[in-house]
């Protein structure tokens, strides 16, 4: 488990018992994770109302961050999808493809899509940094986020919440 102290920005949605933790990348990007009292519960609820509504409801506060290192990699053939959206002719004899390479007649064989998330400690260190406070004269009690039990992960575009990736870590004590 990677450890951190951090002020950062979480919403606790009663709806679906789940701690949202928001982790910015840049000004454009962020990450979500969400650690559900229920899993079955948050992959049956889940939809993108409830990404703007955390978005819009965070509050702000310190905490002691558990995340474990993960890597998500996942590779996805879109033919099918594509076909379905009427992009079928390219992967045909009807394909016209004649600004690719003039005088030899093209046809697309597959489209791939591959997404990869690598979650590790340069990558903790790059979303910020971490601090300790030691005080005497009071003690402060630092609320924990400790994803330890199975969570799901949301890679965000924070203006337009377009939901880019959603992933989910179902052993993160391997």
Known sequence: MMRMEKDVSTY???????????????????????????????????????????????????????IPKFSIKTSYKLNDVLTGMGMADMFGDRADLSGIAEGQKLAVSEV?????????????????????????LSFRHIPELRFNRPFMVIITERVAENM???????????
């Open 12 to 66: 606790y949605d009663q709806a679906i018992n789940t701690s949202v933790l928001h982790l910015p990348f840049n000004n454009s990007y962020s990450m979500l994770l969400l650690l559900p009292d229920n899993m079955t519960m948050l992959e049956r609820n889940i939809s993108p109302t409830h990404v703007t509504r955390w978005l819009k409801w965070m509050k702000s506060g310190t905490y002691n961050i558990y």
């Open 112 to 136: 791939v899509h591959q997404a990869t998330l690598d979650v590790d400690e340069a990558g903790a260190t790059a979303a910020a940094a971490t601090g300790t406070g030691i005080t005497l």
């Open 164 to 174: 880019l990736f959603l992933g989910k870590i179902v052993n993160p004590n391997i």
